[in-house]
């Protein structure tokens, strides 16, 4: 129901310490917003939204 209604990728890292969430967004597919347990929320190029070594947004 998620992709019929247009909805995009999603990507997750996490070890131990951090986590870290990013999510294609819908009006602009270049695009995620992504998330992370150090404090960041921000807009990010979709093609590189996590790094898995330092678990944040780039």
């Known amino acids: 129901a998620a992709v019929a209604a247009?909805?995009?990728?999603v990507v997750c890292a996490a070890n131990t310490n951090y986590w870290a969430i990013a999510?294609?967004?819908?009006?602009?597919?270049?695009q995620a917003w992504c998330v992370s347990s150090g404090g960041q929320a921000k807009q990010v190029t979709n093609t590189n939204a996590l790094t898995t070594n330092a678990l944040s947004c780039l």
């Not at 247009?6 to 990728?9: A, L, N, R, T, Y």
């Not at 999510?23 to 270049?30: A, F, I, Y």
């Open 6 to 9: 247009g909805g995009g990728s």
């Open 23 to 30: 999510v294609q967004l819908k009006s602009d597919t270049t």
